[in-house]
Nanobody, 123 residues
Framework: QVQLVESGGGLVQAGDSLRVSCAAS????????VGWFRQAPGKGREWVTT????????YYADSVKGRFTISRDNARNTAYLQMNNLKPEDTAVYYC????????????????WGQGTQVTVSS
């Protein structure tokens, strides 16, 4: 299983941009699809976006479509989530996860999760 570490979270204002990263180790990163999930205070975990192993196929939740972009650099064993036009409702802990199956990952099924990075958007 691959180990994942997120970074890049922080406090921003509404309308700002932020990029968070997910660094992988201990496995063959290109074998895995990668997904981003988020959990706001008092709410359940929400799927945000998924990218397949090559980066050629991506999926987005309606709530972030057109504002967020997922990408990956297999040479650097890292995936990214570029977040533009951030809104206060985007405030959450953001987690990355990896799985060999895109379908499983979209359902939140994965044995590999990062520890999360906090993103706070002030109004």
């Amino acid at each position: 299983q691959v180990q994942l570490v997120e970074s890049g979270g922080g406090l921003v204002q509404a309308g700002d941009s932020l990029r968070v990263s997910c660094a992988a180790s201990g496995g063959t990163f290109r074998n895995y699809a990668v997904g981003w999930f988020r959990q706001a205070p008092g709410k359940g975990r929400e799927w945000v976006t998924t990218i397949n192993w090559s980066g050629g196929v991506t999926y987005y939740a309606d709530s972030v479509k057109g504002r967020f972009t997922i990408s990956r650099d297999n040479a650097r064993n890292t995936a990214y989530l570029q977040m533009n036009n951030l809104k206060p409702e985007d405030t959450a802990v953001y987690y990355c996860a990896a799985d060999e199956s895109v379908a499983r990952l979209r359902l939140g099924v994965s044995h590999s999760w990062g520890q999360g990075t906090q993103v706070t958007v002030s109004s």
